[in-house]
């Protein structure tokens, strides 16, 4: 008899682009190849990060109805100017809806690893938030005179990690009622 010998790997889990606090005081989600267009979750991610949990939710369910905009930052030729944007401090906006859903589907999956860890969900922000570029998918599309164009789509990874926030400690006082000055030792 041949007796065989698998090596088997530690299973190891994935790695994300940044370590925030502890991994008691935090939840981490991330999806990948997301059919979602690159440049619309850039900027919807973009626009959650600091955010409470709940205000975040609160926000994106807001951008499916069209009651807040996305401002569009970095990505933004050819997008129009929306009278919402004075809200946000800028001039150019959309409501991306998918981009939206996909990121709220993100979001009730941290806080439901947020619950699985015991961490409360009301004092939990949007601590780190990445989209990165997937490979395209390819498609054709048939032009005139025979011929045939690619036809691409634009996928995206997107990684969240919530992070329970510090407790903020009162700043000193000297004799006067002034803050006090730093001291170096």
């Known amino acids: 008899t041949v007796s065989r010998v698998f090596l088997l790997r530690p299973v190891t889990m994935v790695r994300y682009s940044a370590e925030v606090g502890t991994a008691e005081t935090t939840a981490k989600t991330r999806g990948a190849y997301l059919r979602v267009h690159y440049?619309?979750?850039?900027?919807?991610?973009?626009?959650?990060?600091?955010?409470?949990?709940?205000?975040?939710?609160?926000?994106?369910?807001n951008v499916v109805a069209k009651k807040e905009i996305v401002p569009f930052k970095r990505y933004n030729h050819g997008v129009g100017r929306k009278a919402q944007c004075k809200n946000v401090g800028w001039s150019q906006g959309r409501w991306p809806q998918k981009s939206a859903r996909y990121v709220l589907d993100l979001l009730k999956n941290a806080a439901a690893n947020a619950e699985a860890k015991g961490l409360n969900k009301s004092e939990?922000?949007?601590?780190?938030?990445?989209?990165?570029?997937?490979?395209?998918?390819?498609?054709?599309?048939?032009?005139a005179h025979g011929r045939i164009n690619p036809y691409k789509s634009s996928p995206c990874h997107v990684e969240l990690i919530l992070t329970k926030k510090a407790k903020s400690v009162p700043r000193t006082t000297d004799e006067a009622g002034r803050p006090a000055r730093k001291t170096t030792q």
């Open 124 to 143: 939990l922000f949007v601590d780190h938030a990445q989209v990165n570029r997937a490979p395209h998918m390819r498609r054709r599309t048939y032009r």
């Open 39 to 61: 440049k619309n979750t850039r900027e919807t991610v973009a626009a959650i990060k600091g955010m409470t949990l709940s205000r975040a939710r609160q926000y994106l369910r």
